[in-house]
């Protein structure tokens, strides 16, 4: 499986923005679709937003759908997280994990079974 290698998280003013990256040194990283996962303190990890192997595909959560926006180059093996207009509710940890499964039907692109999990970057938003 994949090592992936999260950066770009920092502490940030509410309503500024970040980009994360999510690295890999391995070949083979164009042949999975990759997922961002927040944990926010004291709470569950939720799936951010997932990008299909090509990076035609993406699936975005509803929180924060018009605000995030995921993207990759996979001549860098790189997959990118743009977080804009920050709220407090970004706080936590970001990690990119690698998609076991991904479908897409009727359109709809989805990921799930994440593991190769990278170390996660913390994003802090404040007041």
């Known amino acids: 499986q994949l090592q992936l290698v999260e950066s770009g998280g920092a502490l940030v003013q509410a309503g500024g923005s970040l980009r994360l990256s999510c690295t890999s040194s391995e070949s083979a990283f164009s042949n999975y679709g990759i997922g961002w996962i927040h944990q926010a303190p004291g709470k569950e990890r939720e799936e951010v937003s997932c990008?299909?192997?090509?990076?035609?595909?993406?699936q975005t959560a509803r929180s924060v759908k018009g605000r995030f926006t995921i993207s990759r180059d996979n001549a860098k093996k790189t997959v990118y997280l743009q977080m804009n207009s920050l709220t407090l509710e970004d706080t936590g940890v970001y990690y990119c994990a690698v998609a076991q499964s991904i479908a897409s039907h009727g359109g709809v692109f989805s990921c799930s079974g994440f593991d190769s999990w990278g170390q996660g970057t913390q994003v802090t938003v404040f007041s």
């Open positions: 990008i299909s192997p090509s990076g035609g595909q993406m």
